[in-house]
């Protein structure tokens, strides 16, 4: 009897072995999100301080955008450096979004039954996350259309970024487009540094004011340096 019940039991373990797996927890795909998100925060502060070389005007900022091309060199060839950023950036937005969508979906199967009174229990940040990340995931498509591939540029100029740069924020949809996006960036910023440091465990009752002023600032400092371009241009200061 004691040998029929252990084998009864034995499908069940196996069949719950998935959900200890670290992708499989709740607790892995938060790590996962933390983490990528956080070397995406990388990312954004080297881009802005690139970006923000366009106030030095063509010579400087159109040799950044040949550095960009050549660093690594002469250890690497043309462009390999580039497109191992690339592809360690592409690899955190999937892992970032696909972790995002099964938390999400898990948490609406976990309270199938919507609450009976809807209160606001959150930050506005933090209530836009969802349609935040997809403003951010449709322009990062058009942001490699416009100035990598200058396929949606039409006054592109192959090699010379500057000029790409204010070619594309002297259109209205242009400027529409970027500021929008930097906008939702902010407030993707604002809400997910703090939780990152939440799901890393460095978060705690006494860490959590600074934590948040932090995250303000930097989604602040971040949002202000991006914008400043586009309104650069539409002023005249870049052209």
Same mark, same amino acid.
């Given at each position: 009897?004691?040998?029929? @019940?252990? @084998?009864?039991?034995?499908?069940?373990?196996?069949?719950?072995?998935?959900?200890?797996?670290?992708?499989?927890?709740?607790?892995? =795909?938060?790590?996962?999100? &933390? $983490?990528?998100?956080?070397?995406? %925060?990388?990312?954004?502060?080297?881009? #802005?301080?690139? +970006?923000? =070389?366009?106030?030095?005007?063509?010579?400087?900022? +159109?040799?950044?955008?040949? !550095?960009?091309?050549?660093?690594? &060199?002469?250890?690497?060839?043309?462009?390999?450096?580039?497109?191992?950023?690339?592809?360690?950036? *592409?690899?955190?937005?999937?892992?970032?979004?696909?972790? &995002?969508?099964?938390?999400?979906?898990?948490?609406?199967?976990?309270?199938?039954?919507?609450?009976?009174?809807?209160?606001?229990?959150?930050?506005?940040?933090?209530?836009?996350?969802? !349609?935040?990340?997809?403003?951010?995931? *449709?322009?990062?498509?058009?942001?490699?259309?416009?100035?990598? /591939?200058?396929?949606? +540029?039409?006054?592109?100029?192959?090699?010379?970024?500057?000029? +790409? $740069?204010?070619? /594309?924020?002297?259109?209205?949809?242009?400027? #529409?487009?970027?500021?929008?996006?930097? %906008?939702? $960036?902010?407030?993707?910023?604002?809400?997910?540094? !703090?939780?990152?440091?939440?799901? %890393?465990?460095?978060?705690?009752?006494?860490?959590?004011?600074?934590?948040?002023? #932090?995250?303000?600032?930097? &989604?602040?400092?971040? /949002?202000?340096?991006?914008?400043?371009?586009?309104?650069?241009?539409?002023?005249?200061? $870049?052209?």
């Amino acid at each position: 009897m004691a040998l029929a @019940t252990r @084998t009864r039991h034995r499908p069940a373990d196996r069949k719950s072995s998935p959900k200890r797996t670290f992708w499989g927890s709740t607790v892995g =795909k938060k790590t996962v999100m &933390a $983490v990528s998100g956080l070397l995406m %925060l990388g990312y954004l502060v080297a881009h #802005v301080m690139g +970006n923000l =070389k366009v106030f030095f005007g063509p010579a400087e900022f +159109n040799e950044y955008g040949h !550095w960009l091309r050549t660093m690594g &060199a002469p250890v690497l060839h043309q462009e390999w450096a580039l497109w191992i950023v690339r592809f360690v950036l *592409l690899a955190a937005v999937i892992l970032h979004a696909v972790a &995002a969508y099964q938390l999400s979906r898990r948490d609406i199967k976990a309270r199938p039954t919507p609450y009976a009174h809807k209160r606001k229990r959150s930050s506005y940040a933090t209530r836009t996350m969802r !349609w935040g990340g997809i403003i951010v995931a *449709l322009f990062i498509v058009w942001h490699i259309l416009d100035l990598t /591939t200058l396929t949606v +540029n039409e006054n592109a100029q192959p090699g010379r970024p500057y000029e +790409n $740069v204010v070619a /594309t924020f002297s259109t209205w949809y242009g400027n #529409v487009i970027y500021i929008t996006a930097m %906008l939702a $960036v902010g407030l993707h910023i604002r809400h997910g540094f !703090w939780s990152a440091a939440q799901t %890393l465990g460095v978060g705690n009752a006494g860490r959590d004011r600074a934590l948040k002023a #932090v995250a303000n600032g930097l &989604a602040l400092v971040l /949002t202000a340096g991006f914008i400043a371009v586009p309104v650069a241009v539409m002023i005249g200061v $870049v052209s």
